[in-house]
């Protein structure tokens, strides 16, 4: 909002601002659970729920929808859009409610240089997994994770396979304890 | 059938069919009483897993000698496949477990990048090797929610009859592998048996015995092969009798019972909490079943009930799918019964291939068929979450196309991978040979788990 009035300032249009407000679902549940929070936008995709979010408010968010009747994570992964978007990777949390029988999908853009989000371990600790899998897919890390390991490939394994960088069979298979190709 | 001596020395005999009576449910543990007559209950329930202590903390006063780190797996017989587990004993207690996963890794989301949207059934049916239809059905329906394409009665009828058989087909092979783990190796034999059944159909059908990709993007493969309805009938002929079989064999067997009954529970708070789906979760009297309250491919239309257990105990895990198997058999027999005549596959001629006989005869049919066979068809840009009930739990697709041929992600929310994390709950505080009952009872299958 100040931003706005700052640049009316500089513009020096001085009618009165239009508020366009932004797309909210229809009242329910999930319109009562988005309306606190300014910087979440929602929007339909393919006919399904979905919340952009800034990755700071992700903890937040969570808690405030397990608190509305999501009570499950049931998924959480991501894409790696590279140079596609200016934030190269984006996470996506599916939650669902089995009270009110909806699903809501949450994105969250990812930069590259900083590949940290707060986990979701805490609110739901099914999470777990499945940011275990995400860190070593992607290298995206996430803050206080009790146990931010490798899942899937090799401790000792070096880059992330889905990735879009990370070459479809131009990796030698990669031996324990023998000669590394970097 | 059992029998048991009573006091006066006659023996009472209960014979299969007739009204069962109150010692032979209650179980006949007869031994295990005399051992711990002068147990108290609650020493019992912490002897038997039952009371789950989660508080607990490593005590470093404790030296080697009395904590014990085995490592079960990767190659044992009871971790189906290869999962391995991190165990911590306290003599026969299980204090800590860490499942370890990852041996059966190979990359198969890579590998959907690679492929275009008509090839990629034959990638996901490998997931799930216990329930290939179901992998095929979930990648099908987000690519036909991302084109926007409806599939034509017969398709859907035919969709959800094979994915109904193919969940009896994974809950036999559940329960069989559930028994021989535990010890009761006929339950092997007879779930093998009738699963051979449903197998010689799927293959008589699709061509496979498993990885079939027999369900793709605008449709299925192949009409129903002449007889199916034989075939069917058959299978519906076979199965009740079976089911009244296996439970003649384990679900009044004191055995079977002392073995399952109270062992790895898990609650219903629990199960929310680690998004755990499927069985396991419906065992813990949760009523949640996708066929119902997110119904896919018109199964909506069939009447069928959602089998729920109460204690949430492997027990109730295995009567959960025996339910469910009863059920399945109640969809068939009403998409038999009710199965709409017309095409098998969507009139869309850049998503499904022109049959042989047109390629023939028309230059443009030819054409489409060469273009979709090498380049595959374009999907429209966008990414949807399609998700479906596999016999394990809620099995979802996170599908991503940037407006090419082939997609730019491709995930699977895989049921075992989650359901995994129940392990340590399952197991804390419990007796190590339970963890063999806790496995076999939420059914995981690492081609599932790895991915």
């Known amino acids: 909002m100040s931003d706005n009035a700052e640049d009316r300032e500089r513009s020096g249009v001085d009618h009165a601002p239009v508020a366009i407000p932004r797309p909210l679902p229809e009242a329910g549940v999930l319109a009562n659970l988005i309306e606190p929070f300014a910087d979440a936008a929602w929007e339909l995709s393919s006919g399904q729920d979905v919340v952009l979010l800034p990755r700071a408010q992700l903890l937040d968010f969570a808690a405030a929808a397990k608190a509305a009747g999501f009570e499950m994570c049931v998924d959480v992964t991501a894409v790696d859009y590279q140079r596609a978007r200016s934030d190269r990777f984006e996470l996506v949390v599916n939650l669902v409610s089995m009270r009110h029988g909806e699903r809501l999908r949450l994105r969250l853009a990812v930069p590259a240089e900083d590949p940290t989000v707060p986990s979701l371990v805490s609110v739901y600790p099914g999470a777990n997994f499945f940011e275990r899998e995400v860190f070593d897919m992607f290298g995206i890390s996430f803050d206080d994770h009790p146990d931010m390991t490798r899942i899937l490939m090799p401790d000792d394994w ?25 | 059938m059992g029998d048991k001596r ?20 209650a179980g006949t543990d007869e031994g295990a009483q005399q051992m711990q007559r002068d147990e108290t209950a609650e020493r019992t329930i912490e002897q038997r897993g039952t009371r789950v202590i989660d508080d607990f903390v490593i005590d470093d006063s404790i030296d080697g000698d009395e904590r014990m780190v085995v490592n079960m797996g990767p190659q044992h017989p009871s971790t189906h496949g290869v999962l391995r587990l991190h165990l911590e004993l306290e003599g026969e207690i299980v204090r800590k477990v860490k499942p370890i996963i990852g041996y059966l890794h190979t990359g198969m989301e890579k590998t959907a990048e690679q492929l275009t949207f008509l090839q990629g059934p034959t990638n996901v049916t490998r997931m799930d090797y216990l329930a290939p239809l179901h992998n095929e059905l ?60 449903i197998l ?31 075939d069917i009938a058959g299978i519906l002929d076979r199965m009740p009798h079976a089911l009244v079989e296996y439970d003649q064999m384990l679900r009044y067997n004191s055995i079977w019972r002392g073995r399952t009954v109270d062992v790895a529970i898990i609650t219903k708070q629990e199960a929310l909490a680690y998004g755990i789906t499927g069985p396991s979760l419906r065992a813990t009297g949760c009523e949640w079943d996708l066929r119902k309250s997110e119904p896919y491919s018109g199964i909506e239309q069939y009447e069928f009930d959602i089998a729920t257990g109460s204690n949430g105990d492997a027990y109730d895990r295995y009567r959960v799918r025996m339910d469910e198997i009863a059920q399945s058999l109640r969809i068939i027999e009403q998409v038999a019964n009710t199965m709409p005549p017309g095409d098998y596959k969507a009139e869309d001629a850049k998503v499904v291939p022109p049959p042989r006989k047109r390629i023939n005869e028309s ?5 489409h068929h060469f273009k979709i066979y090498t380049e595959g068809f374009k999907v429209p840009e966008g990414e949807t979450y399609v998700a479906i009930e596999s016999p394990r739990g809620e099995l979802g697709c996170y599908l991503v196309s940037d407006g090419g041929s082939k997609p730019l992600r491709m995930h699977i929310r895989a049921p ?24 076999a009872s939420i059914d995981p299958v690492m081609g599932d788990v790895d991915r």
């Open chain 1, 158 to 182: 070096q880059g992330h396979p889905l990735r879009k960088d990370f070459g479809v069979g131009s990796v030698p298979v990669q031996f324990k304890e023998s000669h590394r190709v970097t």
């Open chain 2, 416 to 439: 075992s991978f989650a359901n995994l994390q129940a392990l340590p709950i399952m197991m804390t505080d419990g007796m190590l040979a339970d963890t063999i009952a806790a496995i």
């Open chain 2, 138 to 197: 979930v990648f099908s329906l987000a690519v036909e929610r991302l084109l926007g394409i409806e599939m034509p009665p017969r398709a859907q009828a035919i969709r959800v009859m094979m994915t109904e058989l193919n969940r009896i087909s994974s809950h036999l092979v559940a329960a069989a592998t559930n028994g021989l783990d535990i010890g009761a190796i006929s339950m092997m034999f007879y779930g093998v048996r009738e699963r051979e059944l």
């Open chain 2, 6 to 25: 009573t006091e006066q020395g006659t023996t009472e005999l209960w014979v299969s069919g007739t009204e069962e009576p109150d010692w032979l449910v």
């Open chain 2, 363 to 367: 230059m443009e049919a030819l054409i």
């Open chain 2, 200 to 230: 010689a159909f799927l293959e008589k059908t699709t061509g496979l015995r498993m990885n079939h990709n027999y369900i793709r993007p605008g449709g299925v493969a192949a009409d129903l092969p002449d007889g199916w309805q034989d």
